[in-house]
């Protein structure tokens, strides 16, 4: 998909802006002369559910003191499923599992996220934002070790796993961001597609920034936002966003009542760092568990999730179907072009409008939000 303005006075900066851009290109990638109309690249080079358990004795004061995932059994909890009258497996059947296996909700008050509408007495407290937010996803997992044990920003255990497997395997992620200038605050299109190919790693082994990918054509995870800079921080407000991945860990990001914060990392090398936030399916988001041998304890994700699901309503059963949750991501410059071979956004190490905003990355940021340990 092609964003960007129609302006004729900026022909002379659109051809030196594209023949810059063709001399970082592969040979056989051509430029559009609508390249200089601030339509900028990027390819996600880091996603996972957003963790932030600051203070684990607080957070989780149940498995705290025992050191282990609380449960009447300990440890060594064996999981009967029954279907008919006949023992199942619990990870085919979770659903039939005979007793709660009683994971530890979080008890803590702050997890990142957005305000989604629902009640008060579900909310969380942003520690980047101080907004109140809601996350019930983070509350039905955020005690067992594999997210617990993970301090902010780092990815939860199993999912940095398949994401290191599935970024050298599977078509990226790719987003372009369009508007006037964005160097300045202003409205901006984000336009998020797959691409053809894998991601490129570079000599440090992380996503290589500045490579050239071209777009997947297929409209099924083409996604248009509209949103707006305002003080170096990018947010989106509403949409609904569905991209496929591969395994072997994400299948798809399915969001509804799509919110986003974003904003130029500290290091100044073009790099974004931000949230992704709104309702997922989490029948979806636990089979990702529940399909994989020996990856946390997907059973207890189940029946938290089905106790704290709050969104999305089914007509007939009124078991809700959604959960609010929020992901952090990162992404790096790139190249985004057409299979003809037109590029339609560049990549930059320009940072996102008039001011940079710290991140939660930075030192003082983790302060604020009780990580500082």
């Not at 999981?79 to 009258?85: I, L, T």
């Not at 570079?202 to 500045?210: G, I, K, L, M, P």
Request: glycine letters at 8%; proline letters at 7%; aromatic letters at 10%.
């Amino acid at each position: 998909m092609e964003v960007y303005p129609a302006r004729k006075s900026a022909r002379s900066a659109a051809s030196r802006g594209a023949l810059l851009a063709a001399i970082a290109l592969p040979f056989g990638i051509s430029t559009s002369p609508a390249m200089a109309l601030e339509t900028r690249g990027y390819v996600i080079s880091w996603f996972a559910t957003a963790t932030n358990t600051a203070d684990f004795a607080t957070d989780c004061p149940i498995s705290s003191k025992a050191g282990v995932v609380a449960d009447e059994e300990g440890p060594r909890r064996r999981d009967v499923a029954m279907v008919d009258g006949k023992p199942v497996s619990s990870r085919s059947y979770p659903a039939a599992v005979t007793k709660d296996p009683g994971l530890e909700m979080i008890q803590g008050k702050f997890a990142y996220g957005f305000d989604l509408g629902g009640p008060d007495k579900n909310k969380f407290t942003d520690p980047e934002t101080g907004q109140k937010v809601d996350n019930q996803l983070w509350r039905a997992v955020g005690c067992h070790p594999n997210f617990a044990m993970r301090p902010p920003p780092e990815m939860p255990y199993t999912e940095a796993l398949g994401w290191a497997a599935l970024i050298d395997a599977s078509p990226g992620w790719a987003m372009q961001i369009s508007g006037e200038d964005l160097s300045k605050d202003g409205p901006v299109t984000i336009t998020l597609d797959r691409t053809v190919r894998h991601l490129e790693r570079d000599a440090q082994f992380n996503v290589r920034s500045n490579a050239t990918y071209v777009l997947d054509p297929s409209q099924r995870s083409n996604n248009v936002l509209q949103g707006e800079i305002r003080e170096g921080v990018l947010s989106v407000k509403s949409g609904d966003v569905y991209m496929l991945a591969g395994f072997p860990f994400y299948t798809a990001v399915d969001l509804t009542n799509t919110k986003m914060r974003m904003s130029s990392a500290p290091e100044g090398n073009g790099k974004i760092v931000g949230y992704w936030g709104g309702y997922t399916d989490w029948h979806a988001w636990v089979y990702l568990y529940t399909a994989r041998p020996a990856t946390a304890d997907p059973v207890a994700f189940y029946w938290n999730l089905q106790k704290l699901a709050d969104a999305d309503p089914d007509p007939v059963t009124g078991q809700n179907r959604r959960v609010s949750t929020a992901w952090r991501m990162e992404a790096v410059p790139a190249f985004l072009a057409k299979a003809d071979g037109t590029v339609v956004a560049k990549a930059t190490s320009g940072g996102l409008g008039r001011v940079v905003k710290q991140t939660a990355n930075a030192p003082d940021a983790k302060k604020s939000a009780g990580n500082d340990r």
